[in-house]
């Protein structure tokens, strides 16, 4: 059975202490560390339902929301160098005042009407994605004093393989908040340059659009095949 | 060669962006009930979490070119309640050459910076390989219990005395 790369020294530890909610949930126990069989080596290759304005974030409400409208496109890889083609992209995010339209925020700035913030789109065949947006704002959170996120969007991924699935947060180009802020933080330092992305010129749409580009990287597969210990 | 991207948080409010309506539903009506709670280290219930659940069909084929085909979703996924509660409603998998009927999870929170990676095995699951790699004290956190014709339960302990076992596929 081919096997997917380890991606050791690449995601965050789970007891990240200076983010604060990792406190209660991350396992005090090691995980153990097993082959890829068969239900890790697939996994869904959904195509699920896309509504007509799901890949645009600014056109799901009667009116336009306030902000920044932006472009933001990339390529789903894997860490071969592979496009991964008809993948689903889900992304979610706040809106530009860096308010969630979600019962839950109640930070004092303004929702939106005519935002939600919740997008999906899949890759083409060569594993590229685009969807239109708002630039989503800053927002201050409870993890210690003065604590500010750097604006963000969250993206979900699934590429073909269990073993693939992945939840990350694109972040934007120079952001200040990047040196206090726990979450961005606690990736590898090595690491967490991949999950900014550029300002794009070449993807700008003129007198409408600003743009950003941000390729993700999946698992790949690992050159050398596990083998299965023989009894 | 392009470098993986890191892992991060999916947040409190995840919602936005996953909540499908029919996220548990993978198969649209009959079959059984698969679900619990998800607790953290103080016993307290998760309310902002997901679990996504990945199984072969009765027959241990998977929705996939490296298995048989099927037309079966094969795929769940549950956002936690008001009380950390997360179901699916699907088919018992069957078993997979070598391996004892299971379903692969995954959960994914606010405060977990990586999803953690479990699984689930029917009440006196036989011979497995990846169970066989658990000690022995700690292999029934992976075993769902019989409620009913109809439902197993399968509660998720993120940490403490009852932390369930995690993987590292």
């Known amino acids: 059975m081919h096997q997917y790369v380890r991606a050791d020294d690449v995601h965050p530890p789970l007891d990240s202490p200076e983010y604060k909610s990792t406190g209660l949930r991350h396992p005090t126990q090691a995980p153990i560390v097993v082959p890829q069989r068969l239900t ?95 630039k989503p704002g800053a927002y201050p959170w409870g993890n210690h004093h003065n604590a500010w996120r750097p604006a963000h969007i969250h993206f979900s991924l699934f ?45 700008t749409q003129p007198a409408w659009a600003l743009a950003f580009r941000w390729d993700i990287v999946l698992r790949g597969r690992d050159q050398t095949p596990f083998e299965e210990p023989h009894a | 060669m392009p470098e993986l991207t890191p892992s991060q948080t999916v947040g409190p409010y995840l919602r936005i962006g996953l909540d499908w309506a029919d996220g548990p539903d993978v198969v649209p009506s009959g079959g059984v009930t698969i679900g619990g709670t998800v607790y953290d280290g103080a016993g307290a219930p998760i309310t902002d979490a997901m679990v996504e659940t990945w199984q072969a069909d009765p027959q241990g084929r ?96 993120l940490q403490g005395a009852q932390e369930t076992v995690f993987f590292d596929f």
């Open chain 2, 62 to 157: 998977f929705p996939h070119p490296l298995s048989g085909g099927t037309d079966f979703r094969g795929f769940g996924r549950s956002c936690t309640d008001g009380t950390g509660r997360w179901e699916v409603h699907t088919l018992l998998p069957g078993a997979l050459p070598g391996e004892a009927p299971h379903l692969d999870v995954s959960v994914f929170a606010r405060g977990l910076l990586d999803r953690v990676v479990t699984r689930i095995y029917l009440p006196e699951p036989g011979d497995d390989p990846v169970l066989a790699a658990v000690p022995q004290e700690r292999r029934h956190t992976l075993i769902a219990e019989r409620v009913s014709e109809t439902e197993y339960r399968f509660d998720i302990h």
């Open chain 1, 40 to 134: 890790e080596v697939t996994g869904p290759l959904l195509h699920g339902t896309i509504g007509p304005n799901d890949h645009d974030l600014t056109r799901q409400h009667a009116g336009e929301p306030q902000g920044q409208r932006i472009v933001v496109t990339g390529r789903v890889l894997d860490s071969d160098g592979r496009p991964v083609p008809d993948t689903l992209v889900e992304v979610w995010q706040a809106n530009a005042a860096g308010r969630y339209a979600h019962v839950n925020d109640t930070w004092a700035a303004p929702l939106d009407p005519n935002f939600t913030g919740g997008g999906r789109v899949l890759t083409n065949s060569l594993g590229e994605y685009s969807f239109t947006t708002i």
């Open chain 1, 159 to 203: 590429g073909q393989a269990f073993t693939q699935r992945l939840v990350t947060q694109m972040y934007f180009p120079d952001d200040p908040l990047f040196a206090f802020d726990p979450i961005y933080r606690s990736a590898p330092e090595k690491a967490r340059e991949r999950m900014v992305s550029a300002f794009d010129m070449d993807a």
